[in-house]
């Protein structure tokens, strides 16, 4: 497996994340910059409200993607052995990458879960190596390989 592939992969799932919500921002601040003295309904302006909170709230979405590229750029992924950050990680039962938590992406056939340091699952397999067992709500998985 390409971990240089990964992580293209995965700047490209975190990139298109920004591109998505710069856009839901601008938007929600469209919505936002409303001129009153031309507003005719009241329920425009409780939708205004609405359309301030949705702008927050992807502002913090926009800083934590963005945050997610600076720490990608900031992993070693060279070769690994154990579960740590960089560690492309084949199980039984799904493929991880230990980087950002992200959806589920491919990449060469392969389908790959990006989880972060603070994931629970991360948690669980800290510090294991090839042929260690973990278990996750109520599931066991068997690490098949370390990249």
């Known amino acids: 497996m390409n971990k240089e592939e990964i992580k293209k992969a995965l700047i490209s799932v975190i ?5 998505s919500l710069e856009e839901r921002i601008a938007t929600a601040h469209s919505m936002v910059d409303v001129d009153e003295a031309d507003v005719l309904d009241p329920e425009d302006l409780s939708h205004q409200a609405e359309s301030s909170e949705s702008e927050q709230l ?13 720490t990608i750029e900031r992993i070693d992924f ?16 799904f493929n991880f990458i ?7 992406f491919d990449v060469a056939g392969r ?4 989880i972060s340091t603070e994931s629970p699952v991360y948690e669980e397999m800290k510090g294991l190596k090839a042929g260690d067992r973990f278990t996750v709500s109520g599931k066991e998985h068997i690490i098949l390989e370390i990249h």
């Open 15 to 19: 990139e298109k994340n920004i591109q």
């Open 58 to 70: 992807y502002r913090l979405q926009l800083q934590k993607a963005k945050t997610d590229l600076i």
């Open 78 to 93: 060279n070769a690994k052995t154990n579960v740590e950050p960089g560690a492309f990680i084949v199980t039984n039962n």
């Open 98 to 104: 230990v980087a950002c938590a992200t959806a589920p």
């Open 111 to 114: 389908h790959i879960t990006g």
